[in-house]
């Protein structure tokens, strides 16, 4: 049974930081890229980072850029998002994603397994 599990959020203070974690189980995790996507209320699901299987390459959307870093532990079958100087318009649920595909793709109808979600809110 595949299973991704998020972890980390919360609320903190604008120019605070926050560390998700997704943990996966059920498949091969070092055979698959991973992304978080993030939706606020009222609107659509958005990428927000995405990892290689390996590690090696780690893409972002323009808004987090400088701000988030994606990393994972493929020994401990989990990814990370480490949120620095964090801002109001990051407020969110966050979601984790597997994609199968060594194509780096920022769409969400791309990636085969999802998490639950954890919120994230920052206040300003």
């Known amino acids: 049974q595949v299973q991704l599990v998020e972890s980390g959020g919360g609320l903190v203070q604008a120019g605070g930081s926050l560390r998700l974690s997704c943990a996966a189980s059920?498949?091969?995790?070092?055979?698959?890229?991973m992304g978080w996507f993030r939706q606020a209320p009222g609107k659509e699901r958005e990428f927000v980072a995405r990892?290689?299987?390996?590690?090696?390459?780690?893409m972002y959307v323009d808004s987090v850029k400088g701000r988030f870093t994606i990393s994972r532990d493929n020994a401990k079958n989990t990814v990370f998002l480490q949120m620095n100087s964090l801002k109001p318009e990051d407020t969110a649920v966050y979601y984790c994603?597997?994609?199968?595909?060594?194509?780096?793709?920022?769409?969400?109808?791309?990636?085969?397994?999802w998490g639950q979600g954890t919120q994230v809110t920052v206040s300003s």
């Open positions: 059920g498949f091969t995790f070092s055979a698959y890229a």
């Open positions: 994603a597997a994609d199968y595909s060594a194509v780096s793709t920022t769409d969400s109808y791309d990636y085969d397994y």
């Open positions: 990892i290689s299987q390996s590690g090696s390459r780690a």
